[in-house]
């Protein structure tokens, strides 16, 4: 889902940061340079567990956005929350399969400052088949509005 989140701020021209796993880890870029070769802005972490990528990039966010399925379940995306919550973050949690999803992420959005930092995550296609590409559009219509005009 962190892949949905990256793309569709390439696609809409969004500057984007933050943290993969050492070498650019993922489950289907796992030899250097992985993800790095098409997100050059990402920075890799010291380690290949991903779940020092989640915390980081929380870490480093101004907020937290995750977005899933109501009956997906993710233990990274479970840590990544719990740590949003821990920091004090503002921190929404969306269903893609819930009416209000947009409306509520969008409300996330416009209490924001402008220039705040979003980290946004939830689970992998692996664990939640069909999640990329329904995140990718859902997270086109959120961001749209941040667009330079």
């Known amino acids: 889902m962190d892949r949905a989140a990256l793309d569709a701020a390439l696609q809409l021209d969004l500057p984007y940061s933050g943290w993969c796993p050492k070498d650019g880890w993922a489950e289907d870029y796992k030899s250097p340079p992985g993800l790095l070769a098409d997100y050059p802005n990402l920075q890799s972490t010291p380690l290949s567990d991903t779940s020092q990528r989640t915390l980081w990039n929380v870490r480093d966010s101004d907020a937290s956005l995750v977005v899933s399925f109501a009956a997906s379940f993710s233990p990274g995306t479970d840590i990544g929350a719990k740590e ?43 664990e939640a088949r069909g999640i990329y590409a329904e995140a990718y559009s859902f997270l086109l219509s959120l961001l749209k509005p941040l667009q330079a005009t």
């Not at 996330?108 to 689970?123: K, T, Y």
């Open 84 to 126: 949003a919550i821990r920091l004090g973050k503002p921190f929404l949690r969306v269903y893609l399969d819930h009416p209000d999803s947009l409306r509520e992420a969008q409300s996330l959005i416009g209490a924001l400052n402008i220039g705040s930092r979003i980290s946004i995550g939830g689970p992998r296609e692996s």
